[in-house]
């Protein structure tokens, strides 16, 4: 049974981020298949939502749309891409609008995805360890 709440409070969880220096590299679709890609919003900001179980992706708030089109290798390419539209949207209840705190939301969708949800590792991170990151910069 989906539980957004737990997952919510899960995500919620208190963390310390340091702004590190990046290193990007494009990879191919099949190395991050649950990352969805979704447009740029009218402020130039790009979308991204993780695919966390069959027929559920994490995103921000700010970001919720209706349509999520899962593994798309490109921001604009949304031609090989499974869209699956969401039934159900849960905003994280402390959202702020204007802070932009705790902007996250758990989706459900009408219907599971053919792609493998990203593995979540629920080992505690340590001072200091380092972490990959996927999605669009």
């Excluded at 009218?42 to 993780?50: A, F, L």
């Excluded at 966390?52 to 992706?57: D, E, F, G, L, T």
């Excluded at 204007?98 to 219907?111: E, F, G, I, P, S």
Aim: glycine content about 2%; aromatic content about 6%.
């Amino acid at each position: 049974m989906f539980k957004p709440v737990a997952l919510l409070a899960l995500a919620s969880s208190a963390y310390n981020y340091v702004n590190l220096a990046f290193h990007s590299d494009a990879v191919k679709t099949t190395t991050s298949p649950h990352v969805a890609a979704l447009s740029t919003d009218r402020n130039g900001r790009v979308r991204c939502v993780n695919l966390i179980a069959p027929s559920v992706v994490l995103m921000s708030a700010s970001c919720v749309t209706n349509d999520i089109p899962i593994g798309a290798a490109f921001v604009s390419d949304t031609t090989t891409a499974d869209t699956i539209e969401a039934k159900r949207a849960v905003v994280h209840p402390a959202y702020d609008t204007q802070t932009h705190a705790n902007d996250m939301a758990v989706l459900q969708l009408v219907r599971a995805s053919h792609a493998k949800p990203v593995a979540i590792s629920w080992d505690p991170v340590q001072p200091n360890q380092l972490a990959t990151l996927r999605g669009w910069c």
